[in-house]
């Protein structure tokens, strides 16, 4: 039994109309479905991924404006990692950031892999990952500013600080069935770093990046942070036996929830940080034509009743609306 790499990552914006121009503007990703938060629904749940809403590409948002600023520190997801095809693709991104004034910093090397770290305008701590060559499995969303070679092919991988490896390793080889890979240090040339892999893993979101961070306080979840990190499995048999796996394992694991575009479980390994298992299926495509995907304000069937009250309580997000709004 094994993970089949990322699902989504899911982050949390105070600045939803700024964060639909980063995504879809300067990363070049596709709004694939527009929809709200399904446990507060006065608040967005924007999805950006490739042309087809690929697990394993999905980078989401909760659109929380009156959340403060993310106060960095340990126990927490500190980083999402996507990956490019190649140093021409990086080179291309680095000349990019410098022409759209984007945060970041010098291309460098993680674990004998070329990565270029930077920001979104919120100070998500994000990164790009030369991938080797691995097969992509998705469809590119053409961009015309950013050649279909150099656009972002899903995710390679999260990075998570603890304050000490023996609070969560046993975690992910034990119980997640994680296998450790590498032993290194992170990009300050410093600060202890261990790579697992899900078995077998290759493709899209194969790793976790451990760092063991034990000076730094406790970080405080907001806006520029990670809220949960998923995890793909193909069906919903197979939440069910992973459900019953962590159960007996002895973490405290919700019931299966219909997202309706997936289905997912959710627990925590740590105080900070929260996991989800997600299906992949059914997909985005179960309430759209593809062609359409992230036109409009989509809900979840058990929420439809209430589109009038919901729709008048979001602020409207389209081609429209002007950016200092």
Do not use: C
């Not at 999260?158 to 990009?187: D, G, Y």
């Not at 796996?245 to 289905?263: A, P, T, Y």
């Not at 036109?295 to 389209?318: D, H, M, N, S, Y």
């Amino acid at each position: 039994m094994r993970l089949n790499g990322l699902h989504h990552v899911t982050a949390i914006s105070a600045k939803i109309i700024g964060n639909v121009d980063f995504y879809t503007n300067v990363l070049g990703l596709r709004l694939v479905k527009k929809s709200v938060n399904q446990d507060d629904v006065s608040a967005y749940h924007l999805f950006y991924a490739d042309k087809l809403g690929s697990p394993g590409t999905d980078m989401t948002f909760f659109d929380w404006p009156r959340m403060g600023t993310e106060m960095r520190g340990t126990d927490s997801i500190v980083g999402t990692a996507f990956r490019v095809s190649g140093h021409d693709a990086l080179a291309f991104w680095a000349d990019r950031f410098v022409e759209l004034a984007v945060v970041h910093e010098q291309l460098t090397e993680f674990n004998a892999r070329a990565i270029l770290p930077f920001e979104d305008r919120e100070g998500q701590r994000l990164y790009l990952v030369h991938d080797a060559g691995v097969a992509y499995e998705g469809e590119i969303w053409h961009h015309p500013d950013i050649p279909d070679a150099y656009a972002l092919r899903g995710f390679y991988g999260v990075i998570l600080s603890i304050p000490s490896f023996e609070n969560l390793a046993p975690i992910l080889v034990e119980i997640l069935n994680f296998q450790e890979k590498a032993r290194t240090t992170w990009l300050d040339g410093e600060t202890p770093a261990i790579i697992f892999q899900t078995l077998e893993g290759k493709g899209a979101g194969a790793e976790i990046w451990l760092l063991e961070e034990p000076e730094k306080n406790p970080a405080r979840l907001g806006a520029g942070g990670v809220h949960h990190v998923a995890f793909r499995v193909p069906d919903v048999e197979e939440e069910k036996k992973w459900r019953s796996h962590l159960v007996e394992s002895g973490l405290h694991v919700s019931n299966i929830i219909d997202r309706f575009w997936f289905r997912s479980i959710y627990f925590r390994v740590s105080n900070g940080i929260l996991f989800e298992i997600a299906t992949d299926g059914p997909g985005f495509g179960i309430d759209e034509e593809q062609e359409a995907l992230g036109e409009k304000l989509v809900l979840p069937p058990f929420l439809e009743a209430r589109r009038e009250e919901i729709e008048t309580g979001l602020i409207p997000i389209g081609k429209e609306v002007e950016m200092d709004k």
